[in-house]
């Protein structure tokens, strides 16, 4: 059985139903039905974009345009990590963080999975290339975000418990350890939960557009292991790393706290 094509107008229902949401979200004065009506304006026209723009890059399949691509998605992304924090790092540090961690991590497992287990010919085949990329930033992301807010936070509430370790003789990573590994187990547990509920709770997003698709269950079943597999290993080193990074920049050479290395919060 072949895919079925949607139309313009069957969209458009789809799209009554966030509709009535937002009027629901009015009368019930949430105050979230306006940002709710953007939100689903934004996703149609970012998706139509980015429709267009994967039908020339699939035409074309040239490596310097796949390279373009990935390289725009990571800094989309890495904004993305520096305007989901509220204490952020200054001086661009939190985007310059956010973008290492995702690109040591999300590009190097793509491009391990690419090259060593599904194996396309070229191995930069945008198909398979950009959205095993997209699957990797868009949860690597998440993480990173998700333990950078925890971190900095974390420094700010409890800033004099930190010094009064560094006073007694500790150095910077045993006074902030607990906050540490507080912030990694923050940015990991979203993919874990994930895992852990795929195929009992959910059905992942990919194992659901390969059999929409028409692809043979038993196919689309090995392809979300291996994407959740690598989710998480990008997800799990980005998060790392960004933390690791992150918590040596909130203490100078001689191992002081710098609280003036991180920005008022936002709004």
């Known amino acids: 059985m072949g895919v079925i ?10 799209a009554l139903m966030i509709v ?24 149609v026209l970012q998706l139509a974009l980015i429709g267009l723009v ?19 998605m990571l800094l989309i992304a890495g904004r993305e990590v520096m305007a989901r924090q509220k204490r952020r790092l200054t001086g661009g540090w939190s985007f310059g963080i956010g973008t290492l961690a995702m690109l040591l991590s999300s590009f190097t497992v793509t491009v391990l999975s690419l ?13 398979y290339a950009i959205p095993l990329l997209g699957m990797m930033l868009g949860n690597t992301m998440t993480g990173v975000a ?12 409890q800033r004099a418990l930190i010094e009064g370790r560094l006073m007694l003789g500790q150095c910077w990573q045993e006074a902030v350890g607990d906050l540490r590994r507080d912030a990694m187990r923050g940015g990991l547990i979203p993919t874990i939960n994930g895992m852990a509920a795929a195929g009992v709770v ?17 196919v689309a079943v090995k392809y979300q292991i291996l994407v959740m597999f690598a989710i998480t290993a990008a997800t799990g080193f980005g998060t790392l790393l960004a933390v690791t990074l992150a918590s040596r920049r909130l203490f100078d050479e001689r191992e002081r706290l710098r609280l003036d290395r991180l920005a008022p919060p936002r709004g």
């Not at 094509?5 to 789809?14: M, V």
């Not at 994967?54 to 725009?72: G, I």
């Not at 959910?202 to 038993?218: E, F, H, K, R």
């Open 202 to 218: 959910s059905l992942p997003g990919m194992m659901t557009g390969q059999i929409l698709a028409g692809s043979p269950p038993a």
């Open 54 to 72: 994967l039908e020339v890059l699939f035409a074309t399949s040239a490596l310097h345009w796949v390279a373009l691509m990935a390289t725009a």
């Open 115 to 127: 090259t060593l287990i599904i194996g396309p010919e070229p191995w930069y085949t945008p198909q």
């Open 20 to 43: 009535a949401l937002a009027a629901c979200t009015f009368a019930a004065r949430l105050e979230v039905g306006r940002s709710l009506l953007v939100a689903a304006l934004r996703t």
């Open 146 to 157: 998700l333990s950078l807010d925890r971190l900095t936070e974390g420094v700010w509430r």
């Open 5 to 14: 094509e949607l139309s313009w107008w069957q969209l458009a229902l789809a």
